[in-house]
């Protein structure tokens, strides 16, 4: 259930101030990973992110993924039937090889059409996840479709898209996650948008990342802590003209935000993302992404007093580390002990009408007793200090209970001996 709700009147200003300056936030959605998904279970996740006040997905489809028309034709079928939501096309040219051009064109045509497809200054929108070898290839796409083009070419760097921004409208950054033990800060924003040159840019937002895939050579992870937090508010403050979470269902790289499908789950991913639940996560996205539309926290009452919770199962040395490593080497990073990015702590956010008290146990241990001094948004961190045991988590006001919920274990038990570095999402 939704943590909180706004009133009537927060509503309206909210749709007012977007029919001046439109804000949409949209959730990377990995079509490869829903080959077996019905029309009803689609029509099931659209219902969920529109109810965390997700206006759409963005479909990252790949060309060589024979499942991809079907994937295509039943996402917008939903989309329409649920109403309300939008989508729009993620050309992948990384998993599969790069598009043809043809194809690439027909696809659009196909689809700009439905009533499900998002239009952003009265055109088509289309991304891409890379694709910097076919950079040209976009001057005859946006001629032949009409789109409005808001490519993810990270990998460019921000001097070189300077160079080629005539070949697009916008700019989509897939740079959401620190390198090193530094938290994520807005500076790539600022030289992304920068690089622009007054185009629409599409900032990114993610919970965590953590991979283990032998089979595409990825083992690592990114400091994850409270960046779902962090970042929002970063997104608040700076105010960018679209948001993209990544991921709504990328298993295989854990900053799922959605709900996890087992046929969904690559190969060498179920160790880590089986009993490992991020619905949570949304609990704290439509307070969030109102803050953000409507600029001005102010005026956002908290209707629900709201706990969410998580951490990793495993102490970092109860276990092997499974040849994972802190940072990608792969892109020119320095290779780091996950150890030192990954804490052994349990993350908070709280969500609450009123000053209020937390109280977090981990086994039968000692409780830590923590006081959120405001109404609104509060953040916690709570080390392990080597306790294991499940964990309990109440707000209390006024010496009463006003919500309470447990969580799994934190235990040295690993699967398969490895531990494991995805996050336990919870809530009350």
């Known amino acids: 259930m939704v943590l909180y709700q706004l009133t009537f009147l927060l509503f309206a200003l909210i749709d007012h101030a977007t029919a001046a300056m439109p804000k949409f936030v949209f959730a990377h959605f990995i079509g490869g990973n829903a080959a077996s998904l019905t029309q009803d279970q689609w029509e099931s996740e659209i219902r969920l992110a529109k109810h965390s006040l997700i206006d759409g997905f963005a479909l990252n489809i790949a060309q060589q993924d024979t499942n991809t028309e079907n994937i295509l034709q039943k996402a917008y079928a939903a989309a329409e039937n649920v109403g ?4 729009f096309l993620s050309f992948d040219y990384l998993s599969g090889g790069p598009w043809p051009v043809d194809r690439v064109v027909d696809t659009i045509n196909k689809y700009k059409e439905s009533p499900a497809q998002f239009y952003y200054n009265g055109r088509p929108l289309v991304s891409t996840f890379e694709g910097v070898a076919n950079i040209n290839d976009w001057p005859g796409i946006r001629n032949k479709t009409g789109c409005f083009a808001i490519p993810d070419w990270t990998s460019l760097g921000p ?15 897939w740079d959401a996650w620190p390198a090193g033990a530094n938290n994520k800060s807005l500076y790539s924003d600022r030289v992304w948008k920068n690089a622009t040159h007054g185009r629409p840019y599409m900032m990114p937002v993610s919970p965590w990342f953590y ?8 083992n690592w992870l990114w400091k994850g802590a409270q960046l779902w937090t962090e970042r929002w508010e970063q997104i608040y403050r700076f105010q960018p003209d679209l948001v993209q979470i990544i991921s709504w269902n990328d298993y295989g790289e854990s900053h799922y935000i959605g709900p996890v499908h087992a046929d969904g789950i690559p190969q060498g991913a179920a160790r880590y993302v089986e009993n490992n639940h991020h619905d949570a996560w949304r609990e704290l996205l439509p307070y969030f992404i109102a803050s953000y539309k409507f600029g001005d926290r102010s005026r956002i009452r908290i209707a629900r007093d709201t706990l969410v919770y998580w951490y990793r199962p495993n102490p970092n040395q109860s276990g092997s580390n499974g040849g994972t490593t802190g940072n990608c080497p792969q892109q020119g990073q320095q290779a780091m002990d996950p150890a030192a990015l990954a804490e052994d702590k349990i993350y908070i956010a709280v969500l609450v009408k009123e000053p209020s008290w937390i109280s977090v146990q981990i086994g039968s241990n000692n409780i830590t007793s923590l006081y959120a001094d405001r109404a609104g948004l509060s953040t916690f961190e709570v080390p392990f200090d080597g306790q294991t045991g499940n964990t309990k988590f109440w707000i209390m006001r006024n010496r009463t209970e006003v919500a309470y919920t447990t969580g799994p274990a934190i235990t040295a038990d690993c699967v398969d001996g490895i531990v494991n570095w995805n996050a336990i999402v919870g809530s009350t």
């Open 84 to 87: 309300d939501f939008s989508l």
């Open 159 to 173: 001097q070189r898209f300077a160079e080629v921004r005539h070949n697009v409208d916008g700019f989509f950054s």
């Open 211 to 218: 991979t283990n895939l032998s089979q595409w050579n990825k």
